[in-house]
């Protein structure tokens, strides 16, 4: 099974999403996800043994507890790119400061450590929370992102999370679908 932990956008997102996205359609070489999935990864667990579900569910728990954080507001706003304007790999848009930034940074590192604790890799770079719009596989539409990361800041909008889930991606010819395999709320 390959999982990873997350906060999923409501689907009253979904056309924010959709139309963050519009602004790169002439930009070839984009691959954008499908706005019905949109998520914002807390940690990427991979491929994990179905054996192990249960000791990954108990630690979320676990995780869950130690953060200490209550509901709260999630503002998506701005873009931004991975790992630099230079050489695009990723476009996403980010989480506003105040706007839940700091509880989500609390659930990541509180999950990452309880799942480091199990075996798991930790993320070779620092946590930013984002939700993933398109992916480049290739350079050509690069000015395009660039013009539009530096020169418009969007708004989605915010939604209030509740709780996280595990999640496990089933990779297919269309993309990857999503299935919630447990939900653990704050």
Not at 33 to 56: I, W
Not at 105 to 128: K, N, Q, S
Not at 172 to 183: D, F, I, L, Q, R
């Amino acid at each position: 099974m390959r999982l990873f932990v997350s906060i999923d956008l409501p689907d009253s997102l979904a056309d924010a999403v959709a139309a963050a996205q519009e602004r790169f359609a002439d930009a070839d070489g984009l691959r954008f996800v499908d706005p019905e999935g949109a998520h914002l990864t807390l940690f990427f667990l991979g491929e994990v043994d179905p054996d192990d579900v249960g000791a990954v569910e108990t630690a979320l728990s676990r995780a869950v507890a130690a953060a200490a954080v209550d509901p709260f507001e999630l503002r998506v706003g701005g873009f931004g790119v991975f790992p630099a304007l230079d050489y695009i790999s990723v476009v996403w848009v980010g989480v506003r400061e105040g706007g839940g930034a700091a509880a989500t940074t609390r659930l990541a590192a509180a999950v990452e450590a309880e799942l480091i604790d199990l075996g798991y890799a930790a993320d070779d770079h620092d946590f930013t929370p984002h939700v993933t719009l398109a992916r480049m596989d290739d350079a050509r539409g690069k000015d395009l992102v660039q013009e539009v990361v530096r020169e418009t800041d969007p708004d989605l909008g915010a939604f209030t999370v509740e709780e996280i889930r595990l999640k496990e991606s089933t990779l297919g010819p269309a993309g990857p679908e999503y299935e919630t395999v447990a939900s653990f709320p704050l």
